[in-house]
Every structure is written in structure tokens, then in C-alpha cells.
């Protein structure tokens, strides 16, 4: 659960997504290099979500630190004849968190708003806190579709719970702002995010919105973070390229903690 020390009591988040980046070498000196970063950083909750076939050697070097690791994918399902998946059932003792719903998924993988929520049920039994994300394509928006997107993708992946788990976070995440090396303005930033919480407070009440975490994600960097954090209805950031450069990540996540973390 998140406990006080954010915005209105919310802790912040941070996540960093590496996709699909990193040798094992890579991967195992940029852990090395965030744990001696970010270990013990106050007030904040840090998450990195490295390909699966480094999650294991993540979650042995972060031992005993602050730092948490997540996967970026998982199935639903417990165990079975599914050939190339493992699921959050497998995950859980490697990984405390699990990405729900990226928009590469969703794209790239033709992952459904069905799946999403087997997902992130499969990841609440199996005792992880799923991150969904949500957001509308450049397309969507230009059509004037962007609360209606949100709001579609949000209910129907809550649609199992019948009421909100303090585990379960929401990125709002405009597909158009990813991967772009320009993130969208506080603003629209703002907007997004609001939306989420006006969402979680329809279907869940309002304290159940007021005490849920709300990030923002895309092109994050140490340069946007502060002022993306400093959003009255955001909580933190789900970083994708600035997370695979340590000091930057670093520089993100100090940004996001409550007085440099101090
Ligand atoms: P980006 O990715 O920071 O590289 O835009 C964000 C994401 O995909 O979560």
C-alpha cells in the first residue's frame, strides 16, 4: 500500500520500462549502477521492469535494496500448454510489479481490453501490483476521442474488481507522446491524468480516486520530470528510453521524490 508522503498523502512512482533493450551484461551493470544511484532514496517507490530473462538477475543484485522490479508482460493463466509465456503465477517471488496493458501490447501484440483485465486480476491473485496503462493514438485524439479511449481501456480492465486494490496503479500514457523525445505539456499531462482519477472516482467512489497512484508516461526525461510530478493529479512517471541511462533515470526519480528525496 502506498504510504504517506506524496501529493495528498500518495506516494510517488516511478517505473522504467526497458522494452526490449539490453544484453544480460547491459542489463545486469545498469542495476548495479541504479542501486548504487538510487538505494535508499526517501519517499518515493522506484520500480525497474528489465526483459524477462533478466528479471531473476535483477532481483538478486537488488536484494536488501530499496529498488523494486517488475515484468512487462505476463499471462494470465497459472501454468499450461502455453508455449513462449510466463505467467504473473511464475513471476511472483522475481517481481513484486507487472505492466498491464502498454500500448506496444496493445498495438504491436493486438493485446485486447479483455486480456488487460485477466492480466491484472492473474496479477493481483498472484500477490503483484499491476501498472496499467492507458491512452489514446494521435489519431484518436484529433477525433475528439481521447476521455472516451481512456475511459473505455480503465473500466475494462477494472472490470473484475469490485473495489479499487491499493496495489493497482494507472499510467496515462498518450500513445502519441512515446518514444518521441517530447513528452505531452503539463497540461495535457494534467488532463490525462484527471481524467483517470474522475474515472476510478465514478466507479469506485472518491476516496478510492483520491487515494489511488496516478502517473504520467511518455519521453519522460530528468528535464520534464519535475514539472510532470508536480501535477495535482499525477503521482509520478512510467519512463521508457530515459530508464536505460542511469544517471537520467536517476535524475527522474529525484525529481519525482518529495524534496530530492531528502
Ligand atoms: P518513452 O516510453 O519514455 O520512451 O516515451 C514510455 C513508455 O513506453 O512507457
Not at 493514438?137 to 476521455?147: H, I, P, V
Not at 520530470?225 to 499525477?234: D, K, M, V
Given at each position: 500500500m502506498p504510504a504517506a508522503g506524496g501529493v495528498q498523502g500518495r506516494r510517488p512512482l516511478v517505473g522504467g520500462n526497458w522494452k526490449m533493450h539490453t544484453t544480460r551484461e547491459e542489463a545486469r551493470s545498469l542495476v548495479r549502477e541504479l542501486r548504487s544511484e538510487l538505494d535508499g532514496l526517501e519517499g518515493i517507490d522506484i520500480v525497474i521492469f528489465p526483459p524477462a530473462p533478466w528479471l531473476a538477475d535483477a532481483h538478486d543484485l537488488l536484494a536488501g535494496s530499496t529498488l523494486r522490479v517488475g515484468?512487462?508482460?505476463a499471462h494470465w493463466e497459472r501454468s499450461g500448454a502455453f508455449t513462449g509465456a510466463v505467467s504473473a503465477h511464475q513471476?511472483?517471488?522475481v517481481v513484486d510489479y507487472v505492466l498491464v496493458g502498454h500500448s506496444e501490447r496493445r498495438q504491436l501484440f493486438h493485446e485486447c481490453d479483455r486480456a488487460t483485465a485477466r492480466l491484472l486480476g492473474a496479477?493481483?491473485?498472484a500477490g503483484l501490483s499491476p501498472l496499467l496503462a492507458v491512452g489514446e493514438?494521435?489519431?484518436?485524439?484529433?477525433?475528439?476521442?481521447?476521455?472516451a479511449v481512456i475511459e473505455?481501456?480503465?473500466?475494462?480492465?477494472?472490470?473484475?474488481?469490485?473495489?479499487?486494490d491499493g496495489r493497482v496503479a494507472v499510467a496515462y500514457e498518450p500513445v502519441w507522446a512515446?518514444?518521441?523525445g517530447e513528452s505531452a505539456t503539463p497540461s495535457q499531462a494534467e488532463e490525462g491524468c484527471a481524467t483517470v482519477r474522475r474515472i476510478v472516482a465514478e466507479r469506485f467512489g472518491a476516496d478510492a480516486a483520491a487515494r489511488a497512484r496516478v502517473l504520467y508516461g511518455g519521453s519522460v526525461s530528468a528535464a520534464t520530470?519535475?514539472?510532470?510530478?508536480?501535477?495535482?493529479?499525477?503521482d509520478g512517471a512510467l519512463v521508457g528510453g530515459a530508464s536505460l541511462r542511469a544517471a537520467e533515470f536517476a535524475g527522474i526519480c529525484r525529481e519525482v521524490a518529495p524534496s530530492g528525496g531528502g
Open positions: 515484468a512487462q508482460h513471476l511472483a517471488g496479477a493481483l491473485a493514438t494521435a489519431a484518436e485524439r484529433d477525433r475528439g476521442e481521447a476521455e473505455r481501456q480503465l473500466l475494462a480492465a477494472l472490470d473484475g474488481l469490485q473495489r479499487l512515446i518514444g518521441r520530470a519535475g514539472e510532470l510530478a508536480a501535477l495535482p493529479s499525477g
